[in-house]
């Protein structure tokens, strides 16, 4: 399994912004990140497909939250601007050779980071 490692989690206030990265040992086809709550489960927020860049967002983050690549470094990144209370959570970044475009369902995903932490609180 391809190593991730996530960095870039705050402490941030409300309207506030942040930048993900994730750091791999390679790139899946689809990698994507995700997010927990304390009590919820884990839901996907964004997702990108290596080989052309192409992305997908849930509507709960989509005019908020923008994914890259750098495929040079081998890294996946999370832009998240105007950030509210409930985008905290733990943000884990994953990879997945054949999840699908668009599917950001947890269980088609491989290989996971350990997470980095998202507070957005005043």
């Known amino acids: 399994a391809a190593p991730l490692a996530e960095s870039g989690g705050d402490l941030v206030q409300p309207g506030g912004s942040l930048r993900l990265s994730c750091a791999t040992s390679?790139?899946?086809?689809?990698m994507a990140w995700f997010r927990q709550a304390p009590g919820k489960q884990r839901e996907g927020v964004a997702q990108?497909?290596?080989?052309?860049?192409?992305?997908f967002l849930a509507d709960s983050v989509k005019d908020r939250f923008t994914i890259s690549q750098d495929i040079r470094k081998n890294s996946v990144y999370l832009q998240m601007s105007n950030l509210k209370p409930e985008d905290t959570g733990m943000y884990y970044c994953?990879?997945?050779?054949?999840?699908?475009?668009?599917?950001?369902?947890?269980?088609?995903?491989?290989?996971w980071g350990r997470g980095t932490q998202v507070t957005v609180s005043s």
């Open positions: 390679g790139l899946s086809y689809y």
């Open positions: 994953a990879g997945s050779p054949g999840a699908g475009f668009g599917n950001l369902r947890p269980e088609r995903y491989e290989f």
């Open positions: 990108i497909k290596r080989r052309n860049g192409e992305t």
